[in-house]
């Protein structure tokens, strides 16, 4: 059974820093594409990052550009997200999602979600 599990989530003062952390298992974590998106109450779920499984290469969304920090650990099957300078609109859910890269329409996975609050 694949599952993501998040923590790291909290609330943090306008400029701080918090650092989110998923653990997988359950999966061959060398085959997936690892993402943290992000939904706020009453928006969409946006991707915030990402970073490919072979290449590592890393996307960000212009919001978080020069904020945050993606990165990988493959032995440990964990993917964290630095978030520096944060900013009240960073308050949302935090989901990490994973998505198999063999198959154009790979299985795709989703960890519960952790909260994190940006307030004075």
């Known amino acids: 059974q694949v599952q993501l599990v998040e923590s790291g989530g909290g609330l943090v003062q306008p400029g701080g820093s918090l650092r989110l952390s998923c653990a997988a298992f359950?999966?061959?974590?060398?085959?997936?594409?690892m993402s943290w998106y992000r939904q706020a109450p009453g928006k969409e779920r946006e991707l915030v990052a990402s970073?490919?499984?072979?290449?590592?290469?890393?996307a960000y969304a212009d919001s978080v550009q020069g904020r945050f920090t993606i990165w990988r650990d493959d032995i440990e099957s964990r993917v964290d997200l630095q978030m520096s300078s944060m900013k009240p609109q960073d308050t949302a859910v935090y989901f990490c999602?994973?998505?198999?890269?063999?198959?154009?329409?790979?299985?795709?996975?989703w960890g519960q979600g952790t909260q994190v609050t940006v307030s004075p």
């Open positions: 999602h994973a998505q198999d890269t063999r198959a154009i329409r790979g299985a795709v996975y």
């Open positions: 359950g999966l061959t974590f060398t085959d997936y594409r």
């Open positions: 970073i490919d499984d072979f290449t590592h290469r890393k």
